[in-house]
């Protein structure tokens, strides 16, 4: 099993360099492509991802490597990876030279079905891979109002470039219902995260408790493994509702762990949320309520200096906190747009570390499973080679017990 985790290794190493630098192709090379409908298109229910916008024309939402890791599909036309198409197949390669052939993911079931009022269902929950659902209620931000958006981050922008183009817009609880008992039925999916734009702590929650009681109502699940995405409430004592509504774990994303870049560039978290004392104390107190592994955050990594990521990733892990740490990118539309994030081995090295954090903290790969909105990070990657828990290792097993 050795040469297949060198292999998956090399792969990963790949992997970190598109994510961080995304991939160049022609915007136009996926037409044949039976995107919506044997694989699944792209949606821009929250953030744009690619390094520039594509309105009106359809990118897979990723790929897969021949291990059977899984790439977030980032358009940038200046990397050094290519994505090119023969005789209907597709190959990622690096210049003149072939690195693999890529394959995409097939289209969820429920990406073709509506609900009851006849919103589309991909609209409301994207399918993240690994039977995780990213449930998006808003698809934009209230700190926009006031003019307080994070620095980094370009939800209204995406809003406004594809919300009515694609029909993304406020969701609701029976909609969101329908969708997951759809997804979970027909498609596998056994996990969601409830997320959006920033809403006053009071409409959040009675929200997310009206959300609880109609996935529950459809689904037939009293325990649906749904993680509460929710900022930083000023009154602790809510943080139980979320729990008596049913949802198993809870995100509260601190995004930095320097006090005073959190206040600079979160003006909006800072000022409507307390600082970052505050933050902090929800995620401590969070892990009262729902128990050590079953509370997440994030950092937003390659901004502040990585030791002091590692650090706060240290501290909130001996706290119970399981806290990633996704790759800066600087998204268009967001006020750091044309910035950069640092090479992809600062990235690679860091999640490596963070993995190290967590697996000497002993949080389990179905607590890192459970709290995340993405069963496919580098991070989740580590844990999957080095527990041998992705199919080529069954596969490869298989094929030597049939020798």
């Avoid at 609900?115 to 209620?137: C, F, P, R």
């Avoid at 999916?189 to 702590?201: D, F, K, N, Q, W």
């Avoid at 909130?316 to 806290?323: I, N």
Wanted: hydrophobic residues 35%; aromatic residues 12%; negative net charge.
């Amino acid at each position: 099993m050795s040469n297949i985790k060198e292999r998956l290794y090399r792969e990963l190493e790949v992997k970190a360099i598109a994510c961080i630098d995304g991939v160049s192709f022609d915007p136009h090379i996926f037409r044949h492509l039976d995107l919506g409908g044997r694989y699944q298109e792209e949606v821009h229910s929250l953030f744009e991802m690619d390094h520039e916008s594509h309105v009106g024309v359809q990118f897979p939402a990723g790929f897969y490597s021949p291990s059977g890791l899984f790439y977030p599909l980032k358009w940038d036309r200046r990397s050094r990876y290519s994505i090119i198409a023969d005789q209907g197949a597709f190959y990622l390669s690096s210049g003149q030279e072939i690195i693999f052939r890529i394959r995409f993911p097939d289209r969820p079931k429920y990406y073709g079905m509506k609900t009851s009022d006849g919103t589309k269902m991909n609209t409301i929950a994207l399918y993240n891979q690994e039977g995780k659902l990213h449930v998006v209620y808003s698809n934009s931000c209230a700190f926009n109002e006031k003019g307080r958006d994070c620095k980094f981050c370009n939800i209204n922008a995406t809003h406004n470039t594809y919300g009515e183009e694609e029909g993304i817009g406020w969701t609701y609880p029976r909609q969101i219902g329908e969708t997951v008992a759809a997804a979970y039925r027909l498609d596998g999916a056994r996990h969601l995260s409830l997320t959006g734009g920033y809403v006053p702590e009071r409409r959040e929650v009675e929200y997310y408790l009206d959300v609880a009681d109609s996935i529950r109502e459809h689904t037939g699940l009293d325990d649906f493994n749904g993680t509460a995405v929710i900022g930083a409430p000023n009154d602790l004592d809510i943080i139980d509702k979320y729990k008596e509504a049913g949802f198993r774990t809870i995100a509260t994303n601190i995004e930095f762990w320097d006090k005073d870049i959190f206040k600079a560039l979160c003006p909006g978290k800072y000022l409507e949320s307390g600082g970052l004392e505050q933050w902090v104390k929800t995620l401590e107190h969070e892990v009262q309520v729902f128990g050590r592994g079953k509370v997440r955050s994030n950092i937003v990594a390659g901004i502040e200096p990585k030791d002091t990521t590692l650090e706060g990733i240290e501290f909130l892990a001996s706290k119970g906190v399981v806290c990633f740490a996704t790759s800066w990118n600087p998204n268009p539309g967001s006020a750091l747009e044309g910035h950069r994030t640092p090479e992809p081995a600062w990235h690679l090295d860091l999640y490596k570390k963070i993995a190290a954090i967590f697996r000497k903290s002993g949080f389990t790969y179905d607590e890192i499973y459970d709290t995340s909105s993405s069963g496919v990070s580098i991070i989740h990657d580590i844990y999957r080679i080095e527990e041998e828990l992705l199919p080529i290792f069954r596969e490869e097993s298989a094929a030597v017990e049939v020798v």
